[in-house]
Each structure stands twice: as C-alpha cells, then as structure tokens.
C-alpha cells in the first residue's frame, strides 16, 4: 500500500520542537489538511549514512518490483545476502522500508523527498 511522500531533511532539535508544536496547534484547530510525514536528522553526515547510494539502490528495486524477500532483492542487485539485510535493517528502523503480511520488504512511498536547509 502505497502512502505518498516522505520528507526527509536535516534540522536542529530545536526546529524539529517547533515544527511538531505547530503541527499540533493546527490540529487542534482543525486546520491540518492532510498529515505529512517527516523524518529528521540532526546532520548532513547521518542522513548521507543512512540513505547511501546503495541503500538507494535497494529503496528503488524495492519500489519498482513491489515486496520481495531479503534473499530475492540480494540476488536481484547481485548484492551478498548479509549486506542487503544489514541495510534493509536500518532502513526499516528508520521507516523508509517494512514488511508486509507475509513478511516480504516493500517501500510503502511513492517519493522520498530530501531537503537541506542551507539557512538554518
């Protein structure tokens, strides 16, 4: 099943507070329209350890050929087996990945958007 998008960025502890007291605020009000979810790191160096560019791989074979065991995704990006399931561990901890009912990998994101804020 599919859920949309995901942010990812880079923000302080600080920005992060804000962001979810406003968030509450507006739905309090009734004023949130539809939840957006966000995944923070507190800088650029765990973001770019979490999100390599072979865990990107891994997120985009995922996404193209729908839920699949750890076994069949290691042999579809001829990746051994340990490496691929070490990734997809941390990527599941981190919300980019689960499993579904019969505890096959998938992406549920249609688009994993990341921004730095270079401002803050």
Do not use: C
């Amino acid at each position: 099943m599919s859920r949309g998008q995901i942010r990812i960025g880079v923000k302080g502890e600080a920005a992060i507070n804000r962001e979810f007291v406003e968030a509450w605020k507006q739905a309090e009000r009734g004023a949130l329209k539809e939840p957006e979810v966000h995944l923070y790191f507190l800088n650029v160096a765990t973001l770019q350890g979490v999100l390599s560019d072979r865990r990107v791989a891994l997120l985009k074979v995922l996404r193209r050929f729908g839920p699949s065991s750890i076994r069949n995704l290691a042999t579809q990006v001829r990746r051994d087996y340990r490496n691929v399931y070490d990734d997809l561990q941390l990527l599941l901890k981190a919300g980019l990945v689960e499993k579904d009912a019969r505890n096959r990998v998938m992406v549920p994101w249609d688009k994993i958007q990341t921004e730095i804020d270079l401002a803050a």
